[in-house]
């Protein structure tokens, strides 16, 4: 099980304000679908989004604040 940060690989468009269908996601600015099995571009786009472990307790989604601050820092 994992999160994807809330960043469009192509130019930083929020994901989560994206239309999901099946499993992928359509980003709001300018449409690349992007999977959320893995992160990444789909077609003729290229690119990943982060992926970040978690994992769900007591009905609440539990991230590891380290991997979260690192790569979400890393990739700013
Ligand atoms: S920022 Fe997501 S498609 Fe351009």
New binding site residues.
């Given amino acids: 099980m994992f999160a994807l940060l809330d960043r469009?690989?192509?130019?930083?468009?929020p994901?989560s304000q994206g239309i999901v269908f099946g499993t992928s996601v359509a980003?709001?600015?300018?449409?690349?679908t992007?999977g959320l099995d893995d992160g990444c571009a789909r077609g003729a786009?290229e690119g990943c989004t982060p992926r970040f472990a978690c994992k769900v307790e007591d009905g609440r989604v539990l991230l590891d604040p380290v991997e979260l601050a690192t790569v979400a820092t890393d990739e700013a």
């Fill in positions: 469009c690989p192509h130019k930083g468009g994901l980003c709001p600015l300018h449409n690349w992007i786009d």
